[in-house]
């Protein structure tokens, strides 16, 4: 079974976070806040059944939800990023590099 990486990266500044993969919820975090450093604000790795899976982020402290779907067989490893209310998606096959 694949293994699929959400990172959450740029713009988290003291959020309450919920990723859902599939509609199940993978991760709910409060107090998310990017390491500028790092550019990194957290993670959760889920195995998935290989194929089209959907992938929801809701910032409910801000309003912000984006829906998006991804295929397991190009995709490991999605990016999510945050400017105001917007959602910025980046999504590949290799890890992203921090620090």
């Known amino acids: 079974m694949p293994k699929l990486r959400i990172d959450l990266q740029d713009g988290f500044q003291d959020d309450d976070v919920v990723v859902k993969v599939d509609g199940e919820e993978r991760l709910r975090q409060t107090g998310v806040t990017t390491k500028k450093v790092l550019g990194l604000a ?11 899976r959907s ?11 984006k829906q998006i ?8 490893h999605v990016g999510l990023s945050l400017a105001g209310q917007e959602v910025t998606v980046l999504a ?8």
């Open 42 to 52: 957290g993670s959760v790795t889920v195995d998935v059944p290989e194929g089209q």
């Open 55 to 65: 992938i929801e982020l809701s910032v409910p402290g801000r309003g912000v939800t």
């Open 69 to 76: 779907d991804v295929d397991t067989q190009k995709t490991t």
């Open 92 to 99: 590949r096959d290799k890890p992203f590099g921090y620090g």
